[in-house]
């Protein structure tokens, strides 16, 4: 029997194969790889996410937990640098402190 989370998965492979998926679908991609401990998965999902649309702020967070958590500070530090950076040009706050507060968490 396939899990719950294996048929989100599935569909939401076939979402994003499909050429259509809007930012979320990507993001949920990623977190689902993520979930699954599959980080270059993760990381390739989000890479493109990043591609298609760079201004989607929840992306920068995850996936720099999601490097940290795949024993890659360096490229953990990248994204949450580059998510602060949108974070202050569009005054988003909370988010900020929440991508400072994942950087600190590096080092």
Do not use: C, H
């Not at 989000?46 to 992306?59: E, H, I, N, V, W």
């Not at 949108?86 to 909370?94: I, M, N, S, V, W």
Request: glycine letters at 6%.
């Amino acid at each position: 029997m396939v899990s719950a989370v294996n048929k989100r998965l599935a569909f939401l492979e076939q979402t994003t194969r499909a050429g259509t998926a809007d930012s979320f679908a990507w993001y949920a991609l990623a977190l689902e790889y993520r979930k699954e401990q599959r980080f270059d998965e993760a990381a390739a999902a989000f890479a493109s996410l990043r591609a298609k649309d760079p201004g989607y702020l929840p992306l920068y967070l995850m996936a720099g937990q999601t490097f940290a958590e795949a024993g890659k500070p360096a490229e953990a530090a990248q994204w949450l640098e580059a998510g602060i950076t949108l974070a202050r040009e569009r005054g988003d706050q909370k988010t900020l402190g929440e991508l400072e507060s994942a950087l600190a968490d590096l080092s």
